[in-house]
Nanobody, 121 residues
Framework: QVQVEESGGGLVQPGESLRLSCLAS????????MGWYRQAPGKQRELVALISRGGTTIYADSVKGQFAISRDNAKNTVYLQMNTLKPEDTAVYYC???????????????WGQGTQVTVSS
C-alpha cells in the first residue's frame, strides 16, 4: 500500500516564507513525477509545480520566481519552498506522486490529504 503525506502548512503573515514537505511511503518500486497542486476557496484545483525524477521542473506562471520545488529521491520526498507569500497564496496544498508500486504494476497517481496554507495579517 502506498501513502502520500504532506506536512508544513500553517498560518503566516504576508511576506513570510513556508516550506512544505511530502513523503511517499509504503510499497514503492519507482517514483516518476512529484508535485504540488493547490485549491483556494471557490476555485478549481491548479498545478503549482512539478518535478521529474531527473530534476526537471515546471511552475505555474503565478509562482515563478517565488516558489521552488525540489526532491530527495533517496527519501521519496518532495519539497515546496514558498517565499514572499501573499494572501492570494492561501489555499489547501496537495501533493501528488506518480508511483509504480512494483515492477509489474503500472504507474498510478497518489494524492495526499492536503495541508492548509493561510497567508494573513
Amino acid at each position: 500500500q502506498v501513502q502520500v503525506e504532506e506536512s508544513g502548512g500553517g498560518l503566516v503573515q504576508p511576506g513570510e516564507s513556508l516550506r512544505l514537505s511530502c513523503l511517499a511511503s509504503g510499497s514503492i518500486f519507482s517514483i516518476n513525477n512529484m508535485g504540488w497542486y493547490r485549491q483556494a476557496p471557490g476555485k478549481q484545483r491548479e498545478l503549482v509545480a512539478l518535478i521529474s525524477r531527473g530534476g526537471t521542473t515546471i511552475y505555474a506562471d503565478s509562482v515563478k520566481g517565488q516558489f521552488a520545488i525540489s526532491r530527495d529521491n533517496a527519501k521519496n520526498t518532495v519539497y515546496l519552498q514558498m517565499n514572499t507569500l501573499k494572501p492570494e497564496d492561501t489555499a489547501v496544498y496537495y501533493c501528488y506522486a506518480n508511483i509504480s508500486p512494483s515492477r509489474s504494476q503500472t504507474t498510478m497517481t497518489y494524492w495526499g490529504q492536503g495541508t492548509q496554507v493561510t497567508v494573513s495579517s
